[in-house]
């Protein structure tokens, strides 16, 4: 649960994008500790705001503010799983590579060396993920689901402070669904969460605040939010 200190901050952002207002004057605030489940209809600009989130698109208008401490910081240590659709699977790199990637903050080139406790970490994240079978297999080989999970691997290895995720639950089997449902409960546990999904139902018990991104940003207190009118 939340600790009440503010680490994200939110104010008047507003996004354009190919000529249209994609999201518009956009207020929140996310503290340490939130579980914040992200829903809305598709197009409304929920990956947008994610995207804004970690400055890998410039607003419009308004800002994304970082704290640490209680005091503006430069940057956050994330982990972000992206829609699959924004990976390039034609890049030749393994499921290997990719998971160790997330533990590259700090080294020289993308494959650098890794201490014995890195390579232990990234066997034991490759296991957990069900991929560690395919470890040499490059992306392009892969299915859908292996490739949810291998990305999933990459988001959570360097054990962020803030985790996010996009649509985490798309393309893998019913088997691994329960296994992510895992994953992200445990991970609540030591991280902040942003969570996009359209499949709520397990993710609502999991999370403590509710958001509706349908181009504007409505938080919600209902059990069900799937739209801005069943909020209360």
Known sequence: MSSSEKIIEIRDLSVDYDGRRVLRGVNAEVEKGDFVAITGPNGGGKSTLLKCILRLIVPAEGSVAYYEGGVPAERLR???LPQKSNIDSRFPITVEEVVASGLQAGKRSLFGRYTVE??????EVMERMGVAGLRRQVLGTLSGGQLQ???LGRAIISQPEIVVLDEP????DRAFVEQIYDIVETLSKTSTILLVSHE???ISEMANRHWIVDHALHECTAAHHYMKTECR
């Open 169 to 172: 639950l798309s393309y893998v």
């Open 200 to 202: 709520m139902t397990v």
């Open 149 to 151: 999970r291998t990305l």
């Open 78 to 80: 994330f982990g972000y």
């Open 118 to 123: 890195e390579r232990q970490r990234i066997d």
